[in-house]
């Protein structure tokens, strides 16, 4: 079974744009969370979408959106790149709330540079 | 307040031998699960083992063992036999029933390192 994917693995962006990342789960699960790695932040979670609706939302700005899609696959947006947005980006996919140990599977992540 | 609180920034251990990686958590809810993740050097987060606080019996999964301990809120992972591939971050994650999601709170991790 394939694993989660992320695209791009690696991106440099200059403030003030945005970008995009995409995640496609792993087969048959069907939600996606998102989280953002820092060196001084550590893991912080963004925010999970099962079923295309958003179902829990971490402690960040606006400019940070997501959204999913029929096929479970999903997209992170931030807007209005800022210097601190440089991180890891790691996607995790899991099965629906309620089955089994609902344990997250990791992509290999997005490494965001912003200069 | 930290909710997972891992304090041993950095572990060394000798190949072959067994090494325990401390974490505490602080919830109020009593449903909860307690998850371990390894992130090599390549950024990607494995998933090893996991606990729920229900569970009467320490979780194990091959090399790796989580000492539960509920009264003191403590998950200790500990990996047995200790392997050169073992060398990455280690973090302790927890996820709380109330959510009713997937969000996982982590802890600031461990750097293992195995010496051969």
């Known amino acids: 079974k394939a694993g989660v994917t992320q695209t791009p693995r690696y991106l440099i962006k200059t403030r003030g744009q945005q970008v995009t990342l995409s995640c496609s789960p792993i087969s048959g699960h069907r939600s996606v969370s998102w989280y953002q790695q820092t060196p001084g932040q550590g893991l912080q979670f963004l925010f999970e979408?099962?079923?295309?609706?958003?179902?829990n939302k971490g402690n960040f700005p606006g400019r940070f959106s997501g959204r999913q899609f029929s096929n479970s696959r999903s997209e992170m947006n931030v807007s209005t790149l800022e210097l601190g947005d440089s991180a890891l980006y790691l996607c995790?996919?899991?099965?629906?709330?309620?089955?089994?140990?609902?344990?997250?599977?990791f992509g290999p992540g997005t490494r965001l540079t912003v200069t | 307040a930290q909710k997972i609180t891992q304090t041993q920034p950095g572990m060394f251990v000798q190949e072959k031998e067994a090494v325990t990686l401390d974490c505490t958590y602080d919830?109020?809810?009593?449903?909860?699960?307690l998850f371990w993740y390894k992130q090599p050097s390549s950024g990607e987060m494995i998933f090893l083992i996991y606990q729920g606080s229900y569970d009467q019996q320490n979780a194990t999964e091959g090399r790796y063992s989580l000492n539960f301990q509920k009264a003191r809120k403590s998950a200790n992972l500990v990996i047995s036999a200790s392997q050169l591939g073992d060398s990455a971050m280690y973090f302790c994650?927890?996820?709380?029933?109330?959510?009713?999601?997937?969000?996982?709170?982590f802890g600031q991790g461990t750097e293992l390192s195995v010496k051969p």
């Open positions: 919830t109020s809810d009593p449903s909860y699960g």
């Open positions: 995790a996919s899991s099965l629906a709330p309620g089955q089994g140990t609902y344990e997250q599977y």
């Open positions: 979408y099962f079923s295309e609706t958003q179902r």
């Open positions: 994650a927890m996820r709380e029933a109330y959510n009713q999601g997937g969000k996982l709170i």
